[in-house]
């Protein structure tokens, strides 16, 4: 139809008014996210931080004439940066070459390192005078990037007098930075700075978070795939839903009728196609309202929603055992603040070992029981089986300088040690632990089988160790599940208490591994190992979340390790690439990419850490 071909052809018009260079030069957050990580904490960046992609904003800076026409908002994406995480663009392609863009990419790493409070136009360009001064190398990268950004913005000729003044500052400012002190005021917005951070970034406002019972209609399906645009932070807020009860009759003021950029119903059917225009709609918003009806959600659309937490009191609790727990912010601990309940499984019924895992328990328990002693060198001695080198060189030097002794232990032999060591599993029982890995079996069928196979390996040695669980519902319901004491027996019981865990509900991590220290601090044994058995970042409904739980965590292992307490960490996380290393060290924890291959790699990491 004729309509149809004019329509096609205004969008092709009206999309060509927007665009950007070629798919070509196009530079991906995901492609540069490592490389653009490791400039960031190599250059001293905040080690706690991780990366992630920022939300885009509109801008009024000036519009060429098709591009008014259109009527299409200009959106943009900015660099900025919160106590939780540095925010770059899901992609950059302003530049005619993909070299620039990846360049633009690494600029804004470095200059997040520098950046302080302050006025934004003065504080930008002082990061930027302390980032060169610190790093003269990146002077000619800065350049390059400078004067091919200066070609995007618009031409001074084109412009009023004042938005023309304020233009010539802003070329100034970029050119030699700290040279303007002011930016003259005008009466339009002027021109995104891509090189710099964003002047008012999209922080979430002072809102309630979405009840515990009310999650589950915001959660994706299976079949979801994500990507780093889709995990995109939005800025979000909460409000009531609007029952009109009026019938034919509406009174209203004009100001607070709600736009679609301003209120979406998340109700939505499950059909490919709608979920696809919903899902750029909900792109394309710079904020997304959420209310609650006590309706069902039928829509598999997830949207990364800004939500702030509820306000935390910090009064002491009275029950239980109390732990404390570290505020970063403050740099202190807060006593007696998290309230750990120990729960002993008491209605379980015995049970012998599934038949899935009998066969496999029977050769894992027959390599592990050559793992009762270690063979280690006795050195420095009179007579052995073999010369101790090391002892021969020194005795060589003796020589040559006139001290050598008469008495010489220049060999070597083998000693058998009995192995002297405690492990305690600390296994994650939280809400995320019910989802599928495969069509059969969900994360909580995977560790269960790995803490049979686990506890039926270390029957076979002359290890000592305990079994342990961990949920929580906020900081005063820390749910510490004992599986297995360490003065405990391993039989039918044990079987029966592994049998029957169950999801629980978040991960307040900290406090877990502050008992399970307390735990391993009480064993006598030579060496005492921690293996945390987790599927996600620590998280819980009240402040601990992002870098608060983060940095609690980081201080709780930095207790048990100053306690001569060894942790390492096992987890199916396939983002924890950007936090564990943070937490546990390089070496200090592993990745398992396929859950199902858990047990297995459960029982050979231990034998590699205990040997």
């Not at 945390?532 to 048990?560: H, S």
Request: hydrophobic fraction near 35%; charged fraction near 25%.
């Amino acid at each position: 139809m004729p309509e149809i071909f004019v329509g096609k052809l205004w969008d092709q018009l009206v999309s060509g008014a927007t665009a950007s260079n070629s798919e070509d030069t196009t530079v991906l957050f995901e492609e540069i996210v490592k490389p653009a990580s490791i400039l960031f904490r190599a250059l001293g960046g905040d080690q706690g931080l991780a990366l992630k992609t920022a939300q885009s904003t509109i801008h009024q800076g000036k519009q060429n004439w098709l591009q008014q026409l259109s009527g299409i908002e200009q959106k943009v994406e900015l660099a900025w940066c919160d106590d939780e995480a540095l925010y770059l663009p899901a992609s950059i392609n302003l530049l005619p070459q993909d070299r620039l863009n990846r360049e633009l990419y690494f600029w804004l790493a470095a200059l997040a390192v520098e950046m302080r409070p302050g006025l934004w136009f003065i504080e930008n360009q002082q990061a930027t005078l302390r980032l060169l001064e610190k790093f003269p190398g990146l002077q000619a990268r800065y350049q390059r990037l400078v004067y091919a950004l200066l070609s995007l913005r618009p031409e001074i000729t084109t412009l009023s007098y004042d938005s023309a003044i304020q233009e010539q500052a802003i070329y100034q400012a970029l050119i030699k930075p700290g040279s303007i002190s002011l930016l003259p005021s005008a009466p339009n917005p002027w021109f995104p700075i891509y090189l710099w951070f964003h002047p008012t970034p999209p922080f979430g406002g002072n809102n309630q978070l979405i009840p515990p019972k009310k999650l589950a209609e915001f959660e994706p399906s299976d079949d979801t795939q994500s990507t780093a645009k889709d995990q995109r932070r939005h800025k979000a807020e909460r409000q009531e839903i609007q029952e009109r009860k009026d019938g034919f009759m509406m009174f209203f003021r004009a100001e607070s009728i709600l736009t679609w950029a301003e209120y979406i119903k998340v109700n939505r059917p499950t059909e490919d196609d709608e979920n696809t225009d919903a899902k750029r709609a909900a792109d394309e918003m710079e904020t997304i309202t959420v209310t609650r009806d006590g309706k069902q959600t039928a829509s598999r659309i997830r949207f990364d929603l800004d939500l702030p937490p509820e306000d935390s009191d910090e009064t002491k609790l009275e029950s239980g055992i109390l732990l404390p727990e570290w505020h970063y912010k403050k740099q202190l601990y807060l006593k007696d603040y998290c309230c750990l309940q120990p729960v002993v499984a008491t209605n379980t019924k015995t049970c012998q070992l599934p038949v899935h895992l009998a066969a496999v328990a029977r050769r894992i328990r027959h390599q592990f029981e050559s793992l009762t002693s270690v063979r280690t060198w006795l050195r420095k001695q009179t007579e052995g089986t073999e010369v101790d080198v090391d002892a021969y060189i020194n005795h060589l030097v003796e020589v040559k300088s006139g001290t050598f002794k008469t008495d010489l232990q220049l060999y070597k032999t083998h000693q058998i040690q009995e192995r002297n060591l405690s492990c305690l599993l600390l296994a994650d029982l939280s809400q995320s632990t019910d989802a599928y890995v495969n069509n059969h079996a969900r994360v909580i069928d995977v560790i269960r089988d790995s803490l049979f196979l686990f506890s039926e390996a270390l029957s076979a040695t002359a290890d000592q160790f305990g079994l342990y669980g961990f949920s929580s519902l906020r900081r005063d319901n820390v749910r510490f599940y004992t599986i297995k004491a360490f003065a405990e027996k391993y039989n039918d019981q044990i079987r029966g208490r592994i049998n029957a865990i169950k999801p629980g509900y978040y991960t307040r991590m900290g406090a877990a591994i502050r008992q399970a220290g307390k735990l391993l601090a009480q064993q006598t044994t030579h060496q005492r190992i921690l293996l945390l058995l987790t599927d996600g970042k620590p998280n819980d409904l009240d402040r601990y979340e992002g870098r608060y739980g983060i940095e609690d965590t980081r201080q709780a292992l930095r207790e048990i390790r100053q306690q001569g307490i060894k942790p390492f960490c096992i987890t199916i996380d396939e983002k924890a690439g950007s936090y564990l290393p943070y937490l546990f060290g390089t070496g200090g924890y592993v990745v398992i990419r396929q859950p199902s291959e858990l047990p297995r790699q459960l029982l050979s990491l231990y034998a590699q850490l205990t040997v």
